[in-house]
């Protein structure tokens, strides 16, 4: 059993690895790092560029019943890249895949019974090297039984 809010956040980030995410950076495939937990100061090390990381910024929760809870679950992928001229593409890029892998998950396999891009905002650094962060934000709604056996352990911890 686990806790719904782990759940999606690892469901979320099964969709985006079970066959492997990649991105053209200066015309090579390069692949995305994935981070299911934001490392300190919500920036990744230049080695896991381009990258992204996922994590659940807040929920909501209403009873549906006394058997039945609601929740809308808010759930932020910040996407980040570098380099001296493509960052804007680099971020592009992983959003379309995002937005596509996602949206063709079958609502994480089921679980959840919506799940629905909300928005974005960009934050660019201009220097030498230009640094770039998008961060795509998620509604996502589980309709569930507070302690539903059912509820699958996520595939990682």
């Known amino acids: ?4 809010l782990k ?3 690892q469901a979320i980030g099964d969709v985006l690895v079970q066959t492997g995410f990649s991105i053209p950076v200066n015309g090579v495939d390069t692949p995305v790092t994935v981070k299911r937990d934001p490392p300190s100061g919500l920036w990744l090390n230049d080695s896991q560029l381009p990258g992204l990381m996922i994590f659940v910024r807040g929920d909501r929760v209403s009873t549906t019943s006394m058997r039945r809870k609601r929740r809308e679950i808010t759930v932020d992928l910040i996407l980040q890249a570098k380099g001296p001229h493509d960052v804007l593409d680099q971020i592009d890029d992983m959003h379309l895949e995002i937005e596509n892998r996602l949206m063709d998950s ?12 909300e928005g974005s905002e960009v934050h660019l650094e201009r220097g030498e090297v230009v640094l770039g962060a998008r961060r795509v934000t998620w509604r996502v709604r589980v309709d569930y039984a507070p302690r539903d056996p059912y509820l699958p352990a996520p595939a990682t911890d």
């Open 7 to 9: 759940f999606v956040r």
């Open 106 to 117: 079958g609502n994480l396999s089921g679980t959840v019974f919506d799940l629905q891009p």
């Open 1 to 4: 059993m686990s806790f719904i």
